[in-house]
């Protein structure tokens, strides 16, 4: 197995590099009140962010070289948790994303301090979520459903804090049984109601007791709020509701610009009442669009259904939908729609490190049909240790480019953004999509906004 300290610079060399042919070392002389040096690996010179990437079978070896040696400590810490201390750190991490810093400290409370930023990557089978942020953003004391892939035989999940100074998150973690799908494309979980807010590492655990590191979500008792969605309100104001003589109608006209196959949904509370009971039907009472139901402490809150193309005809033919029944009191009714410029992801799955053709990301032509001429593309990415970093974004024959190949340096933009053009839209067409190529990066995801 390659260590991954042998792509630096022995600590030997490095310090004899800095020394040179003298025979006077420099820092011979650091005592116990000087201010803590790194002297090796030279890769993280300052403290600046290095990035390793590697599978989760691979195990993350470092050693560093800090003067004044006999006075200093030495911790590494991920999220918060010190994981291990002294020189030389040898440790397996499970798939995610994290920032080790390399903390030195001397007996007097002087400090410095190194990040590598370490990219962990899981196996094709492991379970894992998607990188959604809406999917991310969990409520506790609800059930969710959280989606991802391979996610058979997950029986609970282990939420791990990430420790900040400015929250009081517990630091030990909680675990929480789950039932996966069938298809294994989802899990159903109900955090406890206490559960502090803030950032946690998931860790998925299967019957055999094998742990699987899913990455960071958000725990947070605010509803989540998608920054490329608006909520458009076909009424507003405070109405309860009683049969004939109180409900809410929304017309044909009302409805005129929601798209068919939208989600419509109710904000509603409820007070004291006999029942409470809730029916949608059109202006005759003859079409039930949700037939009548009890409102229990199950029924969501907004409660949504579907705006069919059935239903669509129904309220053309009869001029309106009436919200009716009885016990409850209507806040709001509207549906949700992409903001003016909001992005549109294209792909997002977990991140692929590109090399040429051994991992390329193919977009395909069904993918860019939404694409209209004129849209931005965004290419989001960051680099990994290589040989050298290039990016190329060409058709699916390698015959046209729609970005020509380019050297990414520290001053690459991530998203990296191009215009998509009508000819981009024909070649799209002719010669099957279009690939990501290069080498020494890493994608994470690929959008437009029109």
């Known amino acids: 197995m390659k260590k991954i300290y042998n792509l ?24 116990p009140d000087d201010t803590p040096r790194f002297l090796a690996p030279s890769s993280i010179e300052g403290n600046v ?5 590697q599978s989760r079978e691979e195990a993350f070896n470092m050693e560093v070289v800090v003067t004044p040696a006999k006075y200093t400590t030495i911790e590494w810490i991920a999220d918060g948790h ?3 201390t002294g020189p030389t750190f040898d440790s397996y991490f499970e ?62 999940l ?26 294994g494309n989802s899990v159903v979980v109900t955090l406890p109601e206490e559960m502090a807010t803030g950032s946690y590492r998931v860790s998925a655990v299967n019957s055999e007791t094998e742990r699987f590191g899913l990455g960071l979500v958000t725990v947070s008792n605010e509803k989540y709020v998608d920054p490329d969605v608006e909520q458009k309100f076909l009424w507003e104001g405070s109405q309860v509701i009683n049969w004939g003589d109180s409900n809410i109608r929304i017309t044909a006209d009302d409805l005129a610009d929601v798209p068919v196959g939208t989600t419509l949904y109710i904000n509603y509370t409820v007070p004291e009442a006999e029942y409470h009971a809730l029916r949608i039907t059109t202006d005759w009472w003859d079409y039930e669009i949700v037939p009548q139901f009890d409102i229990t402490g199950e029924t969501p809150n907004p409660f949504g259904f ?13 001029g309106a939908m009436l919200i009716v029944g009885f016990g409850y009191e209507i806040q709001g009714i509207y549906y949700e729609a992409l903001s003016p410029n909001a992005e549109t992801v294209l792909w997002e799955d977990d991140p692929v490190v590109i090399n040429w053709g051994d991992s390329n990301v193919h977009l395909t ?20 240790d ?33 215009t998509y053009t009508a000819e981009h839209q024909q070649k799209a067409l002719e010669q099957e999509g279009m690939l990501v190529v290069g080498f020494g990066y890493k994608l994470l995801k690929v959008s437009f906004v029109n």
């Open 158 to 183: 282990i939420f791990t804090p990430v420790i900040e100074e400015e929250t009081l998150l517990a630091d030990e973690p909680t675990e929480v049984s789950c039932v996966a799908s069938e298809d």
């Open 82 to 84: 010190v994981l291990g």
């Open 306 to 318: 579907e705006y069919t193309a059935e239903v669509q005809q129904k309220i053309q033919e009869e």
């Open 386 to 418: 290589a040989e050298y970093h290039a990016m190329r974004i060409t058709s699916n024959s390698w015959g046209f480019d729609y970005v020509t190949q380019f050297d990414i340096t520290g001053e690459t933009p991530s998203p990296l953004e191009f």
């Open 49 to 53: 962010q290095t990035s390793v990437s």
């Open 8 to 31: 630096f610079l022995p600590a030997a060399a490095l310090v004899l590099s800095l020394t040179g042919c003298s025979n006077q070392d420099p820092f011979i002389t650091a005592g």
């Open 95 to 156: 798939a995610g994303n994290y920032e080790l810093m390399i903390k030195a400290t001397t007996q007097v409370g002087k400090e410095a301090y190194r990040i590598v930023k370490l990219s962990v990557s899981a196996l094709a089978d492991d379970p894992s979520f998607n990188n959604k942020e809406k999917n991310r953003w969990l409520n506790p004391g609800q059930p969710l459903t959280i989606e991802g892939k391979n996610l058979n035989g997950v029986s609970s």
């Open 365 to 384: 032509a069904d993918q860019l049909a939404s694409v209209q001429p004129g849209a931005t593309i965004r290419v989001y990415f960051e680099s990994v």
